[in-house]
Nanobody, 117 residues
């Protein structure tokens, strides 16, 4: 079972930037599509970005042009660079496979991103 730990969240002003990191306990990025999810209280979990094993990236329209997903396979680490942040981006951010594979990969604790002036 793969463990995931997210980090890098915090409080940032609108228009600011953050870089989130996701550390995996095992090497998985070469075999699974990986994504960043977010969930705000009272809302459904949303996949906002993913990266394929070949390195192709995709984004939900609301973050396209502002967020960049990347990975470092040697470090077993996934990243999400977030620029031009908006209050609507406030949520707990998680990394995981896309689609979810509960029998293989555990959800991590997530990292809180709060965008406020």
């Amino acid at each position: 079972q793969v463990q995931l730990v997210e980090s890098g969240g915090g409080l940032v002003q609108p228009g600011g930037s953050l870089r989130l990191s996701c550390a995996a306990s095992q090497s998985i990025f070469s075999i699974y599509v990986m994504g960043w999810y977010r969930q705000a209280p009272g809302k459904q979990r949303e996949l906002v970005a993913h990266i394929t094993t070949g390195g192709n990236t995709n984004y939900v329209d609301s973050v396209k042009g502002r967020f960049t997903i990347s990975r470092d396979n040697a470090k077993n680490t996934l990243y999400l660079q977030m620029n031009s942040l908006k209050p609507e981006d406030t949520a707990v951010y998680y990394c995981n496979t896309a689609p979810i594979r509960s029998s293989r990969v555990n959800w991590g604790p997530g990292t809180q991103v709060t965008v406020s002036s």
